[in-house]
């Protein structure tokens, strides 16, 4: 019989130490040691020229041939972000080198509206423009008593210019052409998911905090018809859209804006703001997926937030829940945390190019700068809102 108990308890001593290591229990430390730690990745693998390495085997030690134009713009966005949360000069003077990398990689049109010629690239993507936009808006959110009035007053001319081609860009049924071609600026194609909710953000978030308020008619209107085409519309087609889940998180994060902005009409926004989540916990099953889902938290925080501010207990509950278990999962994913799991920390290092990384999955080496990117901006709004 003793010995039997005693059995009994090795295994559970091995089954819950599993668990801990598999999990953490999310709090602010944890948060702050992540955010930490993902800001010495992004500025170890930002280049001279200022765009990034984009994809690091941290335990073979070698780069992959690969890049993302977006993803490249999405990883100056998440600088700008950690900027906002902490202003330092080593992360002012990575977010000057990657706006000088994308300035200086761009032509003006006729119009006067800027687009991008990413190196490498047959054509542009919509969402390297808008992701341009919201870097500086957000640095420019930050920074303004920091920086000269003559460099603020520069980079609003450079922000005015992508938000002019992103309004250029819209195509006849109120979204957003997904391409422009090189030698003149033109869009062309059909609309993605991710850029018109990356367009979306953009141009919310330009006339909540820069005074662009000559935008909120157009905004108003993509918001609109964006909800009925890839949210509505995608899920009468498929309960579980890949559609809607490439919406999600940037059509999220502008809910949240619209839902706080004032202006008519918009409160609807906090309801769809949750209804999303809901989609994304119930039917998409976030916390059930291999591969690495911060952009979940992204879009579940901003509601989590909203649910709470609006008295709506039952929802925030179940937002919270998920947050805690899934972020604090992700956050094991992380190399060089003291949370990590078993798989990074059976592969000691030290490399400063692992370091802060985050995995796409909770057994593969890979770390993408896109990855990191999103869950640094998970972490910060999670600081902000759950674990303030």
Known sequence: MRK???????????????????EAVLDRKILDRSLELGRSFLLSHQKEEGNFTYEYDWINKTFSRGDNQVRQAGAAWGIALIYQDSP????EKAIRKALQFFRDRSKVRSTGSRYVVYPD??????????????TLIDFLRAAE??????????????????????????DPSGLWHRSFLFLNGIPYGPSSPYFDGEALLALVKAARYLDRKDLVPIILDSAEKGYWNNVVLALKKDRDSAVTKGYFQWASMAYF?????????????????ME????????????????NTAYAYEGIIPAYEWARKTGKSEDA????????????????????????????RSHSTDDPLAIGGVQNHGREPLLRIDVTQHQMHAVILARRYVFP
């Open 4 to 22: 039997g108990i005693t059995t009994l308890l090795v295994l559970s001593i091995i089954f819950f130490s599993g668990m801990t290591c598999s």
């Open 88 to 91: 330092d000069g080593e992360t």
């Open 121 to 134: 690239e047959s054509a542009g993507s919509t969402g390297t423009v808008a992701l341009c936009a919201l």
């Open 145 to 170: 008593e920091r920086i000269s009035p003559e460099e603020y007053s520069d980079l609003r001319k450079l922000l005015d210019e992508y938000l002019q081609f992103l309004v250029e860009a819209r």
């Open 257 to 273: 804006e619209l839902a706080h902005s004032g202006w008519k009409d918009t409160l609807k926004y906090g309801e769809r703001l």
């Open 276 to 291: 999303l989540s809901h989609w994304m916990i119930d039917v998409h099953r976030t916390l059930g997926r291999t591969r």
């Open 317 to 344: 509950g179940k937002f919270r829940n998920t947050i805690e278990k899934g972020l604090g999962k992700l956050c094991t994913w992380q190399v060089g945390s003291p949370w990590a799991n078993s798989f990074i």
